[in-house]
């Protein structure tokens, strides 16, 4: 594996001129165009900065290599291996938040078809497996093979993930119901991965003395009150695999006027019922990453629109075998229907009312009136049989000749660019809320994060010195300038070399006048 120091000038000019292009505001290579390219040259230490046309032919030459995923595993190492990249609870060890991300095609290539939950139908659309730690900062993207569930990308990727933590310690991963599965839930136990995840399915509720109040309060200081049960369950596993026995904590949820109970699967014994449900509702801010991707860093964007040929001979799903089994659905419940018709008709024939004689039942009349019974079973035994010889799975040649799938090197390389983009946001905005006095941290970090990335400012070096200068221009407000004043001071002191240089980087912002 390649690490940066390793990569040529040229690559490395050309990854780092992404993420500040994408930190500017400016995701896409289009964007390149909206920037002097004297001023973005500067920042990159050039003489002028790449224009669009370059940008796209040094994107395919580093595409042509085929090497993104070794650069994203690159930077999924240092992400995990860095300080602080555990959670705040050293008992906790390494957390991992896993989730697929689905992304719309709008183009002509006859690309696969996906179910849209935010569209609430199938359209033709790419699968992504995005893994985040605690904080729901992304680490590693993979791109889903078509048609695979959750369940079997988090089989595939536990190699992955133990390679980018590299060494044994403690990995809880946490996904949501797209990924149960029982006999999942054991090969990841066997190999070290704990896991968290919601109880899936209809669940017998569970007894109420077992319920207790308790409080937690997490890294913000912010407190939460739950009333848990903590108890052992025992998951079937299919196929004769027995059962496999799980932690279950159950949060009684009343909101809206309504009691329901939420249950939470996991193998960690070790932890306090509260901590197992507050980093189970801590999936959510992986959600939070989409949605400021979408919005901020073209994540759903056609970075390339170079497609290849899907393999005619992988096996895939038979829809037929579905329009089958709805048939056999449709014609059971044709039978039961009809079962209760033709009890009642004969039961109406031969009850009688007093004082009158009883009925005979002939042949001919049980006949007719098991007529339509017996007509619906035949229906059904043929149904079965057809549904037996429908084979499940189906050459993909057979079934959608022509299918074609979207390059993925270029798309994993700008992933790459959006994971270091939105991660040095991230870290500014946590900046301002930790290390500033800013009083509208909380509602207002990442967009004074992103202004203060575009701010205009002076660069000035001093190889004598050994030091790179920042100098940013005053912002609108006195309130933002003395919150950036503050964070320069933090960001120097953290001593952080230039890319490519030994030049120390200092922050500073100049006075109002």
């Not at 999924?76 to 991992?96: C, K, Y």
């Not at 919601?198 to 109040?213: I, P």
């Not at 024939?349 to 009883?358: L, N």
């Not at 946590?430 to 990335?453: K, M, P, S």
Request: glycine share 8%; with cysteine.
């Amino acid at each position: 594996m390649r690490t940066w120091s390793q990569l040529s000038l040229t690559r490395r000019a050309m990854l780092l001129e992404g993420v500040l292009r994408a930190l500017a505001g400016q995701p896409r290579a289009e964007g390149a165009g909206r920037f002097a390219p004297v001023d973005l040259g500067r920042v990159l230490g050039m003489d002028r900065a790449p224009e669009v046309k370059t940008i796209r032919r040094k994107i395919g030459q580093l595409t042509a290599r085929g090497r993104a995923g070794d650069l994203l595993a690159g930077m999924a190492a240092h992400h995990l291996g860095r300080p602080g990249a555990a959670s705040r609870d050293e008992d906790l060890g390494l957390v991992l938040y896993v989730d697929g991300h689905v992304r719309a095609y709008q183009g002509t290539k006859k690309i696969a078809k996906t179910h849209l939950s935010r569209l609430r139908f199938p359209a033709p659309a790419t699968v992504e497996t995005w893994i985040s730690d605690a904080a729901g900062d992304p680490v590693l993207v993979v791109m889903s093979a078509p048609g695979a569930s959750l369940a079997m990308e988090l089989r595939s990727l536990l190699p992955q993930l133990r390679k980018a933590v590299g060494d044994d310690r403690r990995v809880l991963v946490g996904f949501d119901r797209g990924g149960w599965s029982p006999a999942l839930f054991a090969h990841m136990a066997a190999r070290g991965f704990d896991v968290l995840t919601w109880r899936k399915g209809h669940t017998e509720n569970v007894a109420g003395d077992l319920f207790a109040e308790t409080v937690s309060i997490d890294e913000t200081g912010r407190e939460h009150h739950w009333i848990l049960a903590d108890t052992i369950v025992e998951l079937p596993i299919k196929n004769g695999g027995g059962t496999y026995p799980m932690r279950q904590v159950t949060r009684l949820d009343t909101k809206k006027g309504l009691t329901k109970q939420v249950h939470v699967l996991t193998t960690r014994t070790d932890l306090p019922a509260v901590e197992i449900m507050y980093r189970m509702g801590s999936r959510w801010r992986q959600e939070n990453y989409f949605r400021y991707a979408r919005g901020h860093l073209g994540l759903d964007s056609h970075d390339s629109y170079a497609a290849s040929q899907d393999d005619p001979d992988r096996s895939v799903p038979n829809p037929a075998k579905r329009h089958s089994h709805l048939a056999v659905q449709n014609a059971t419940a044709r039978v039961e229907r009809e079962r209760a018709r033709t009890d009642a008709a004969l039961l109406a024939a031969r009850t009688t009312t007093p004082g009158q004689a009883g009925v005979v039942v002939t042949n001919t009349l049980h006949n007719a009136l098991t007529a339509d019974l017996h007509a619906a079973e035949d229906d059904l035994a043929a149904a079965r049989a057809d549904h037996k010889h429908v084979p499940a799975r189906v050459r993909l040649g057979d079934l959608a000749p022509g299918q074609q799938v979207l390059d993925t090197e270029t798309k994993l390389i700008h992933h790459a660019i959006r994971i270091a983009a939105f991660n040095t946001t991230t870290a500014i905005a946590r900046d301002i809320r930790i290390n500033t006095g800013y009083a509208r941290a909380d509602q207002e970090a990442y967009t004074l994060a992103r202004q203060v990335l575009t701010q205009p400012g002076d660069i000035v070096p001093d190889e004598a010195a050994g030091t790179l200068t920042v100098r940013l221009d005053p912002l609108p407000t006195s309130r933002e300038t003395d919150a950036i004043a503050e964070l320069c001071e933090h960001l120097t002191a953290t001593r952080t070399t230039y890319p490519g240089t030994d030049l120390t980087l200092r922050y500073e912002i100049k006075n109002r006048t």
